[in-house]
């Protein structure tokens, strides 16, 4: 049997059963390293030719977007950056310049949350390719996991979605939005190829969480199923990243949790520009399942994502709550569309 | 300009001006996370062909391999294994049962140690990757670095070295030691194929150190120059692993503690049967610049050594002593050889 009869998703089934099954499972594995502290940590392995490529993405932004995507990962799970270190295979033939840009790239992202490079490894490969750690502390009653959420919950996008699939769209097809003024055209790339990881958005969060006026009175049965590394989260709260995209991270954090959701089509922060670049429906499907816009979705009590969204600005937005009942509906408050279930489908299969 | 005109030492100078200079250079990473304790953390890359192959080692061993590399890094910075991540690049014609294997073999050599796998990574590559990131917890005082040594220092082995680089020689040539018993023939390629971490050796070292009658007075001006972190280390020891060689290892600590030394050829441990498989000077080679047995390089104040080497047994011996000149010589107190220069020689250049 080969990998490409089960798939990446099949050789992560076999492969969890040789990790302890209450850690795997969130976008950071957490690692409890005293009473009230754990450590959250988030490996990415990124193959020239397969998740980057010279032909969109230089090795300036190629960095940036690796070291990116971890420390979005840190952010999901509400912890703060500590540290990464990097694994570098090189062919004899890469160009020195090349690597040296792609450790500018990452650096660039890591200085902008005071996050060091703190070592690696560097080997002889002949396929470039690059491993990060990130690793972050998080306090235990502040972890954020994917299996904390309950029904009447909203669910908020902390941003826009679907730019970074538009931004690469432009990279790959030079006849694509041609009719985009110039300024439209390169923040489109630039949210494909710089984008930015949401750690801004814990402070606010925590502020939320902590004031009294603000918080829900707490729930019984307690709030918590039991969060990353078996530890209940006290906390009204639930969520991951978009990387995978927004229909994926919905889908995540419902089957995690055990709840359903209605999300309202209408609601889904998209770019305006959107409508100068193509129909409504690849609109929607590029919010949906592009990915790697790396905002935050978050799932908590109605009040405190209304202030939430308030507090964050920008597109921020509710775009649905969750159900008792389990399906997870795309729904249109403005009666277009009919109800459709949301799902998986347009997701990325790697193998 | 390419990396193979630079060779990955070049490489690895340019790419350290991207790290804190005082964090790199050790085996493990070492970052503060309260004031009492650091995280050890060390990243190694393998890529088919490269670091493994299934002509000398199957994936089972190749799995524990990498995972005991891993482990003795953080034995040589005195740190307690929490957890790993594993980032695994496979192609779609990998065999499942081939990546099941190496994950029996890193998980059977990590519950040796009570390190779980915590999560990681699977993508898709033409070239089978392993990227392994272990880190473990370090008490600040507790911290092994290599710029610690004195002059006037024992260094102590702790076990026979070129076991694992006859063990190779055994596999990859089918005429080599055709002479010697199954069951050393057998104990030389496990040496290769399950070197084993030496973190058992490090609470054997915080007993010396803490016991009053052993401890040196404390010197002045003070021991350390800084430990990794800019933390001054307190502990009269320093070290590292004999992964690159035991050669590389003296030279390595006595670089980073402006030291010298001089090695006693006749006190390196080797294997007992290397009598009977070879030259003096074949033994004495693979010994130095064999690699990858896995074993410390301690160097510490004499008393402490002797009772190091006699508490751990087995083959465990003070090689030689540290300088203040700082040329390190390979002397031979039974007076066959003329002294020499001890160098780095016959090392392992990647490019």
């Known amino acids: 049997m080969q990998v490409k009869d089960i798939g990446e998703q099949g050789l992560l089934r076999i492969l969890q059963k040789f990790c302890p099954a209450e850690i795997v499972g969130d976008d950071c594995a957490v690692v409890p390293t005293n009473p009230n502290q754990s450590l ?8 020239d030719g397969v998740h980057f490529s010279d032909r969109t993405t230089g090795p300036y932004y190629a960095g940036w977007r690796a070291a990116a995507a ?45 996050t060091p490079i703190v070592g690696g490894d560097v080997v002889r490969s002949p396929v470039v390719t690059v491993a990060i750690t990130a690793f972050g502390q998080v306090e235990c009653d502040r972890t954020i996991s994917r299996s904390n959420a309950r029904s009447g919950w909203a669910i908020v996008a902390t941003g826009v979605h679907g730019a970074s699939r538009a931004g690469l769209e432009l990279l790959l097809n030079p006849e694509f939005g041609q009719n985009l003024e110039k300024v439209d055209r390169a923040s489109l790339i630039l949210a494909h190829q710089r984008p930015k990881p949401r750690l801004d958005v814990l402070p606010v969060v925590w502020e939320i969480l902590a004031s009294e006026g603000a918080m829900e009175p707490p729930l019984s049965p307690p709030l918590a199923k039991g969060g990353p590394g078996g530890v209940p989260s006290p906390i009204a709260i639930a969520g991951m990243d978009s990387s995978d995209g927004l229909a994926d991270a919905i889908i995540q954090i419902c089957r995690a949790s055990g709840v359903g959701a209605k999300v309202d089509r209408t609601k889904i922060p998209i770019p305006d520009i959107f409508s100068e670049i193509g129909s409504p429906e690849q609109a929607l ?18 009040t405190n994502a209304q202030l939430l969204v308030e507090r964050i600005g920008n597109a921020a937005a509710i775009v649905g709550i969750t159900t008792e009942s389990i399906d997870i509906w795309l729904t249109d408050s403005t009666g277009v569309y009919p109800d459709a279930i949301l799902k998986l489908d347009r997701g990325f299969q790697h193998f």
């Open 285 to 302: 499907d590029w919010a949906l399942y592009g990915g790697e816009d790396f905002e935050l979705v978050l799932f908590l009590p109605i």
């Open 70 to 114: 971890n420390l979005s990962d840190l952010a999901a799970m509400g912890a703060t950056p500590l540290a990464v270190t990097v694994a570098l295979a090189v062919a004899g033939d890469t160009a020195v310049e090349w690597v040296e840009e792609f450790y500018r790239g990452m650096t660039a992202c890591l200085q902008e949350y005071d």
């Open 40 to 47: 959250a940590i988030t490996t990415d392995m990124l193959v």
